[in-house]
């Protein structure tokens, strides 16, 4: 990676009967990706934070004021997110209506920009085509891309909003025009406004091109392109703080906290968080950017060689910025899978570097040592229940189709090296399978029970408990009206509060998940004698609405004298 702005440097085009094979890969990837992740997209029902996310979109539509706000319930109090996400939620709602559709779609859309952001980076700062498509391919369809791409999260715009800023800084490294220096630290701030601390990796990349920039050739422009850039970053990344200092001052501390650490020291030290929930060992991240890269991980290895090999300290320490921030959240006591999604374009463009290395007939050693790595963190994760036998079985084949290039003679390598990027796309590929089946089992039935339920929640006040299910803020989202768990780390009801709502109504249904596999669905017996004693269960007459079964039961307390009358007509 050159980090110098001459024109001299830069890679001559390829002529126009090379390029057709990109456009080719492009196409085929683009389509395979939008069947992956606009695969019935509505059909399943949101989950618990797609729901409060979903939520706190429609509530922006509704209230002005809840661009600061942000809540997380039906035009409540401050919430706890940035208000990018909700943003763009209330803008897809708006235009698609109050559906699941409207709430995934915006994943499916930013990821696909995301991909040619990402593409546009690559040719840049590695300086060959070859690798910034095949870094767009694996990006673009990796079942970590498909399973958010598919999911109402953060974390897709964050890794958006950072690759923009990533290609405008390699714009930037070209032209030395300060608005790329101005563009990506907008970018940078908006990703910081939509997961905040998330968008670290991509903050220390661009920031990398800026020190490198300086240490070969110490000017002015550079210095200034540098203020400019961290000036335009501070300045959106504020840009929170100042619509609450304009829309709700009153929640002004409430912020200041959130912004100024809190949210990121909660998440060191673990306090007030479910122990069972969110604690989890060292190597949680590193099994996340497992299974994310099982199927490439020897390539992935040869990257690092390739990058070593470049003898490009620029190159280098860019890598070492998209990914150091794997070992970084590693230390925190809290974690969750979907936070080190802003690592794997990092991950990617290592694997792309890993493939020209294969095909550049790296030394047996290089692939030897690859193979006997990539088996050993198979068989650790293995040992940790990360994944299964059958699973176990798949990487061991993958991986010995790769070990076997090293070994074939020299008249052959082409078409065995060839085999080894079909076996690691292919099982790429299977993988998005089982990750859309996954989804697309995510079924509830809350939203026939909602709609089921319309007629009395059109009367009940939105202020006031009106159900109580698993899983709640999702069926905050189809009713528009509060609810709460049965019970969980964060929420305990006594069982004499329980019971007097019961009997005096108060909430106008009750939802039972008997497996117990949905969150906040614990149930105690007494509980469920006394919905037994003082409630009907509504669930046939739902299920004759719906025109299909239902995995929850649904109460309704005998005080509420009157049932939502039946619709005759059942849904398609």
Not at 182 to 207: D, Q
Request: charge should be positive.
């Amino acid at each position: 990676m050159q980090l110098t702005p001459a024109i001299a440097q830069r890679p001559v085009p390829a002529a126009h009967t090379r390029a057709i094979p990109a456009v080719a890969v492009i196409a085929l990837a683009v389509a395979t990706y939008c069947v992956l992740a606009f695969f019935r997209l509505g059909s399943f029902d949101l989950a618990t934070d797609e729901g409060r996310f979903g939520l706190s979109g429609a509530n922006i539509l509704l209230d002005y004021h809840q661009l600061a706000t942000v809540s997380e319930g039906p035009l409540g109090k401050a919430g706890t997110k940035p208000y990018f996400y909700p943003l763009t939620l209330a803008m897809s709602i708006a235009f698609l209506g109050h559906t699941e559709v409207a709430v995934r779609s915006v994943n499916g859309i930013v990821l696909l920009v995301a991909a040619f952001l990402l593409y546009g980076a690559a040719r840049l700062l590695l300086r060959d085509h070859t690798a910034a498509l095949l870094a767009f391919v694996f990006f673009l369809l990796n079942p970590g891309t498909i399973t958010y791409a598919r999911a109402a999260l953060p974390e897709p715009l964050t890794v958006c909003c950072g690759c923009a800023a990533l290609w405008a800084t390699a714009r930037w490294n070209e032209r030395r025009q300060l608005a790329w220096a101005a563009f990506s630290g907008v970018m940078l701030g908006l990703g910081f406004v939509t997961k905040i601390w998330l968008v670290l990796p991509f903050v220390l990349a661009c920031g990398t091109v800026y020190l490198v920039a300086f240490w070969r050739k110490k000017d002015g422009l550079t210095i200034l392109s540098a203020a400019v850039w961290l000036a335009s970053l501070a300045t959106v990344s504020a840009s929170h703080i100042l619509l609450v200092v304009l829309l709700t001052p009153t929640d002004l501390a409430h912020w200041v906290n959130l912004y100024s650490g809190i949210s990121l020291n909660s998440r060191f030290a673990g306090a007030g968080y479910d122990p069972d929930m969110w604690y989890r060992p060292w190597w949680f991240y590193p099994a996340a950017a497992f299974k994310a890269t099982f199927f490439g991980l020897p390539l992935l290895l040869l990257g690092c060689v390739a990058v070593a090999r470049r003898r490009d300290a620029g190159l280098a320490l860019l890598i070492i910025a998209l990914v150091t921030p794997l070992a970084l959240f590693s230390i925190m006591r809290v974690k969750q899978a979907s936070y080190i999604f802003p690592v794997l374009p990092g991950l990617m463009m290592l694997i792309a570097l890993g493939c020209l290395r294969l095909f550049q007939c790296p030394g047996r050693g290089e692939i030897a040592l690859a193979f006997l790595t990539s088996a050993a963190a198979a068989l650790f994760f293995f040992t940790r229940g990360v994944f299964g036998t059958r699973e176990l079985a798949a990487m061991a084949g993958i991986y010995f189709v790769f070990l076997a290039a090293a070994f074939m003679p020299a008249r052959r390598l082409r078409l065995v090296r060839g085999t080894v990027l079909a076996a690691a796309l292919g099982a790429m590929l299977l993988a998005d399978v089982v990750a859309v089946k996954g989804t697309l089992q995510h079924r509830t039935g809350f939203r026939e029970i909602a709609s089921f339920f319309r007629s009395q929640l059109e009367h009940d006040d939105a202020r006031e408990v009106s159900f109580i299910a698993p899983e709640f803020p999702s069926m905050e989202f189809y009713t528009f009206r509060r609810g709460e768990y049965w019970q969980t780390f964060y929420f305990h009801k006594s069982d004499d509060a329980f019971l007097s709502d019961l009997k005096s109504g108060a909430q106008i249904f009750y939802v039972v998940d008997r497996s117990g596999a949905l969150y906040g669905g614990k149930i105690s017996p007494e509980r469920l004698a006394a919905l037994a004693m003082h409630a009907k269960d509504v669930t046939p007459e739902i299920e004759k609405y719906a025109g299909r079964p239902l995995p929850v039961q649904v109460f309704v307390p005998a005080a509420r004298a009157s049932v939502p009358a039946l619709v005759k007509e059942t849904r398609e």
